[in-house]
């Protein structure tokens, strides 16, 4: 009975109010779809980081005129050093197999390169990846050896980019936030406004005061929960026309981000917007409508 | 002119009894053409002073954008069943004691008791629950206008939780006792000025409440009009229930001749039984 009453005036005070309705929900989508993505991309760098954690390799190039005896030496070296898990050895045809492979999009530079060109090297599994700025001061004076490098530090460029990212998402996810939470404040200063009649009889005759207040609360969580569910089908979206398809190439190069990734989104989303657009509302009511 | 017995109703939140009403009842509805209103016996009076239902001590208001206190220093004691008319010109501070026993505000000073309830210290989340012991009728009428009257009253109930079923037993029981029988599905706009303060009484008592407060009620209704409102108010004072008026009114406090309190600047300066408007 009380609660049919309730609802009714929830649909009747967003109806009336039907375009500023509009705005909160707007911008409130705009603003979770941003944390949606920022929380995405957070998760994303801890996926890729435990990807590569296991595959991250240092890579040992030797000279180019390097003779067997020295390339032995090189070799005991590691398997005598105890931060290597294990290492592999690569030679010349197996370098430009690798190099083909990796630039088979140009071939013209495929073309102009020969096996000669290319280095031999020894592809080192660490211990703990960690660890590779001590294995790279060991190695990289010693005879023989070329140049050594860390995976890890062409990958820190991925991650300072999501990084980027995500800061620039959050960052949009707040201010949108902000004025999403301004005008749920406003929507409820209206609507208490126009239901002023309601309200003073109500709290004369001692109706409880979250009775006066439910109706006002869930106009802005009803804003919040079609806001957040606008969020998260542009999320779907997102991933289907954008990650899946036009920059499919760029995501190739990590983990791709799971459809789970983002179900897991929907109560988070839902649960933030309306949590925190009710208790705006309520602060909002706490200076509108008196006891 | 017949009587409506006012039934004990399954809303009431305690009970309540009036020592008077067997002995007072019956002889006046001859000399209501007239409205001499004979204040209760004097012997039924002192019964009914057995229990204070309003007690103000040493109150002050003085709301902070003013320059003087609106209610000084004010000290008032009423009795269960009494009918108090609170006069004195405008900007005497009629309305904030009305508004200060309705907890709409706090005193700066002094203590507010209703009933059992110390309304000074009451906590904000009383508030609601303290009202319902308070029935309220205003000049303006503050119905909602979207309601009929049947509605209206059926509001009251439906704000505070009361079932359905009850709201469909009370509300024409009480509607038919403010005279409304047969109007219960007009809208506000249905009705006249002294229709909608009848609905309005309807409400503020459809809860039988200790206390009922009026703030000028027949400041917006013509002489005869006012005198039937002054009826209906008399007859729910006979139930016991507390009636305290702020009125304009001289007509009516002479012919009423009940506890005549007058305000001036905020300060009470004059408190007589049976007085008239002076
Ligand atoms: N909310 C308020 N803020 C400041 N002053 C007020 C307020 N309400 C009433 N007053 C002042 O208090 C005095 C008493 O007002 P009120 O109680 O309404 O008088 P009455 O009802 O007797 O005509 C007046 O001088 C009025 O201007
Ligand atoms: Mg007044």
């Given at each position: 009975m009380r609660a049919k009453y309730v609802m009714s005036e929830v649909f009747l005070g967003l109806w009336r109010n039907i375009s500023m309705t509009i705005a909160m929900i707007i911008t409130m989508a705009v603003s979770l779809s941003m944390l949606g993505a920022g929380l995405m991309l957070y998760n994303q760098v801890d996926v890729i980081e435990e990807f590569y954690q296991t595959n991250l390799e240092?890579?040992?190039?030797?000279?180019?005129n390097i003779d067997q005896p020295t390339t032995d030496q090189i070799e005991a070296a590691l398997k005598a050093s105890d931060l290597v898990a294990n290492y592999q050895y690569e030679d010349k045809e197996k370098a430009l197999e690798r190099f083909q492979e990796t630039f088979k999009e140009s071939p013209d530079l495929v073309k102009a390169v020969e096996a000669d060109v290319l280095p031999s090297a020894f592809r080192v599994k660490m211990n703990d990846i960690a660890d590779a700025p001590k294995l790279i001061k060991e190695f990289e004076g010693m005879t023989g050896v070329y140049q050594v490098t860390n995976q890890r530090e062409i990958l820190q460029q991925v991650f300072d980019i999501l990084g980027g990212a995500q800061r620039l998402t959050l960052i949009v996810a707040l201010v949108q936030g902000v004025a999403a939470l301004m005008l749920v404040a406003n929507t409820i200063q209206v609507a208490a406004y126009s239901r002023r009649r309601e309200v003073a009889i109500m709290k004369l005759v001692g109706a409880p005061n979250w009775f006066v207040q439910a109706p006002f609360v869930l106009e802005a969580v009803f804003a919040a929960v079609i806001g957040s569910i606008f969020a998260f089908g542009t999320l779907i979206a997102a991933k289907f026309l954008v990650i899946d398809g036009q920059f499919a190439d760029l995501f190739k190069l990590m983990p791709p981000i799971t459809m789970q990734a983002i179900l897991v989104l929907l109560p988070i989303l839902v649960g933030v917007s309306a949590v925190i657009s009710a208790i705006t509302a309520w602060i909002t009511l706490r200076f509108n409508i008196k006891v | 002119m017949g009587h409506l017995t006012?039934?004990?109703?399954?809303?009431?939140?305690?009970?309540?009894?009036?020592p008077c009403a067997a002995v007072t009842y019956g002889a006046e509805s001859a000399e209501y053409a007239t409205l001499v209103l004979e204040p209760p016996d004097r012997p039924c009076a002192s019964a009914a002073r057995l229990r204070l239902v309003i007690q103000l001590e040493g109150v002050?208001?003085?709301y902070p954008r003013s320059n003087r206190p609106s209610v000084e220093d004010v000290n008032v004691f009423i009795d269960k069943g009494e009918f108090v008319f609170f006069i004195g010109p405008?900007?005497?501070g009629k309305s904030t004691m009305i508004k200060l026993l309705l907890r709409e505000e706090v005193p700066d000073k002094g203590k507010i008791t209703v009933g059992d309830t110390d309304v000074t210290r009451l906590r904000r989340w009383k508030v609601p629950a303290y009202r319902r012991s308070i029935g309220c009728v205003f000049?303006?009428?503050?119905?909602l206008p979207n309601r009929t009257a049947a509605e209206n009253v059926a509001f009251a109930l439906e704000?505070?939780?009361?079932p359905r079923s009850v709201a469909r037993r009370v509300v024409p029981e009480v509607l038919e006792l403010v005279g409304l029988g047969g109007k219960e599905h007009r809208y506000p706009h249905e009705l006249s000025g002294g229709e909608q303060q009848r609905v309005a009484v309807a409400r503020a008592f459809v809860n039988r409440p200790l206390l009922l407060l009026a703030d000028e009620p027949t400041g917006n209704l013509d002489p005869d009009t006012s005198i039937e409102i002054m009826r209906l108010l008399d007859r729910i004072s006979r139930t016991g229930t507390t009636i305290l008026m702020v009125t304009h009114?001289?007509?009516?406090v002479n012919q009423m001749r009940r506890r005549?309190?007058?305000i001036e600047n905020g300060q009470i300066v004059r408190d007589q039984a049976r007085g008239v408007y002076g």
């Open positions: 240092v890579v040992v190039y030797l000279e180019r | 006012i039934r004990a109703s399954p809303v009431r939140m305690k009970s309540r009894r009036n002050t208001k003085h405008t900007g005497a000049q303006d009428f503050r119905l704000v505070i939780g009361k009114d001289s007509n009516i005549v309190i007058e």
